[in-house]
């Protein structure tokens, strides 16, 4: 039930700024929080960005996260090879009354 | 610390049942929405179903409604999946997760593994 739609991949050289974006609708996104997952390669996902913006204690200030109308969007600054993982954006839908998740952006670090 | 621990993950023949467990330790249980997330293999995440502090409110996926039961047994500290009518599309690893404050999974299990095939 992916009605959040993300790029399937975003690439980027070490240090340079990659931004994944997820797209909702009225329901979701547009009204109520967005919330950002990084799942690293065999791992549990981890919450990365809670209420559109807000950092976890832990999670670097490299990642950031916005929300304007029906869309979201993730930042990742001075990328580093550890930042190689699936990132999801996720939110509750009001007409479904389900929780969301997008359709996942792998970043590569080239 | 907190730690969440799924159980219960095999190999089940379509139409079969299964139940999932999910051990929490390191917080106050009860105090706190709990969910399952699945993520079929080479797949995304797919929320599947939650259940409020007290176990008067349930919410599930329409894929599972009406085949999957979630409940909590708060004395045990422990979080369950009642899965029945399994079909091969449920094949997936399932992570059980704690809500925060928000409506944030921020805790989640290592999963558990299950595989419906004949």
């Known amino acids: 039930q992916s009605v959040l739609t993300q790029p399937p991949s975003a690439s980027g050289t070490p240090g340079q700024r990659v931004t994944i974006s997820c797209s909702g609708s009225?329901?979701?996104?547009?009204?109520?929080?967005v919330y950002w997952y990084q799942q690293l390669p065999g791992t549990a996902p981890k919450l990365l960005i809670y209420?559109?913006?807000q950092r976890p204690s832990g999670v670097p200030d490299r990642f950031s996260g916005s929300k304007s109308g029906t869309s979201a969007s993730l930042a990742i600054s001075g990328l580093r090879s550890e930042d190689e993982a699936d990132y999801y954006c996720a939110a509750w839908d009001d007409s479904l009354s389900v929780h969301v998740f997008g359709t996942g952006t792998k970043v590569t670090v080239l | 610390e907190v730690q969440l621990v799924e159980s219960g993950g095999v190999v089940v023949q379509p139409g079969g049942s299964l139940r999932l467990s999910c051990a929490a330790s390191g917080f106050t249980f009860d105090d706190y929405t709990m969910h399952w997330v699945r993520q079929a293999p080479g797949k995304g995440l797919e929320w599947v179903s939650l259940?409020?502090?007290?176990?008067?409110?349930?919410y599930y996926a329409d894929s599972v409604k009406g085949r999957f039961t979630i409940s909590r047994d708060n004395s045990k500290n422990s979080l369950y999946l009642q899965m029945n009518s399994l079909r091969t599309e449920d094949t997936a690893l399932y992570y059980c997760?704690?809500?925060?404050?928000?409506?944030?999974?921020?805790?989640w299990g290592q999963g558990t593994l299950v595989t419906v095939s004949s």
């Open positions: 209420r559109n913006n």
């Open positions: 997760a704690k809500e925060g404050y928000g409506i944030e999974f921020d805790y």
């Open positions: 009225s329901s979701n996104i547009g009204s109520n929080y």
């Open positions: 259940i409020s502090w007290d176990g008067g409110s349930t």
